[in-house]
């Protein structure tokens, strides 16, 4: 059986416990942090070692946005766009953003399936607003739902041409936090009517294969409680309101903004309505202290089941697809698109 839980590892190598973790519990993903990627035959290597330790082809994740989330680094890997920037294009010509964006995510792909990496917990599809906290800021594929939902699908669909399943993120929107949901909760105070605008860019991509939730609490709907735990942010906003289907993962269930053990965290998750549960140990770098967390995790996640599984098979199979690409003729129009990029690509 299978667990509805994503875990991460602690290095570049996978060590002897965690070897045995992912055979005892067999998560449904493994997600890569940037201290287990330093070069492409060192995550191929990983990559075969997980899928040795669970047995079968596990959906192995990662976060590949552009910009400054990006886990592959140069000058091993390219450089590869921001959200603004794409949105820059976007704002001069709708036709060519659409295009630049398409393309960018297409070759990310292709970089990831060579890895035999096939989940990408990308794009942004928040809001940001003037004076919020910087943690979303030029990730963001601009300021208004429709030019935002324009380039995410459009980067969804890029993806899905290299079969890499993308990940939108973080519903019901996080642009307009004050505070970064990795040390404390943050409380937006903003009425139905402004977030209606959050709502928006997030139904207009709502067929996404996969969503990550916001750590984020809303006053207008359920003040004091993260989305993520909220029930009432899951079945009422994400589920009902966006209309969004797809496999719903939670955001790093290690991230200071959710209170209470891991075991309380995860439970409270799954409750209010989340399909898998996420665990990256990302404020750890002991590999004991990490395979410690992963176990809570892995042990509080239940079977994947019911819809949740019905869901998590629907998003494989995009990761299971690709389409034929000229990546050579695609790298020479990306750097006449992104012409600054083009010495590191």
Known sequence: MVKACILSVSGPELTSGEAALLRAQGPWGVILMGRSCVSRMQVRRLVADIWEATGRETLIFIDQEGGRVARLKAPEWPLF????????????DPELGREAAWLGHRLIASELAGLSVHAD?????????????????????????????????????GLAAGGVAGVIKHIPGHGRAFADSHYELPRVTAGDNELSKDFD?????????????????????????????????????????????GLL??????????????????????????????????????????LAEMTEVAEAAPHLAGKAEDRACRADAVARRTEPFEAARGWRRFHELFPQLGAMA
């Open 121 to 157: 917990c990308a794009p942004v599809v928040d809001l940001p607003v003037p004076g919020a906290h910087d943690i979303i800021g030029d990730r963001a594929f601009g300021t208004e739902p429709a030019g935002i939902a324009d380039l995410a699908a459009a980067a969804l669909k």
């Open 249 to 290: 993962m939670t955001d790093d269930l290690g991230m200071k903004a959710l209170g209470g053990t891991l075991t309380e965290r995860a439970d409270a998750s799954i409750a209010a309505g989340c399909d898998v549960l996420l665990h990256c140990s990302g404020f750890l770098k002991d590999p004991a202290a990490i």
């Open 201 to 245: 860019a997030f139904a207009r991509v709502a067929d996404a294969p996969m969503a990550m939730t916001a750590h984020i609490s809303y006053d207008a709907y359920d003040a004091g409680r993260a989305a993520t735990v909220s029930r009432i942010m899951i079945q009422d906003v994400i589920r009902g309101r966006i209309g969004f289907d």
């Open 81 to 92: 766009p921001r959200g603004a920037d794409y949105a820059a294009i976007h704002a001069r």
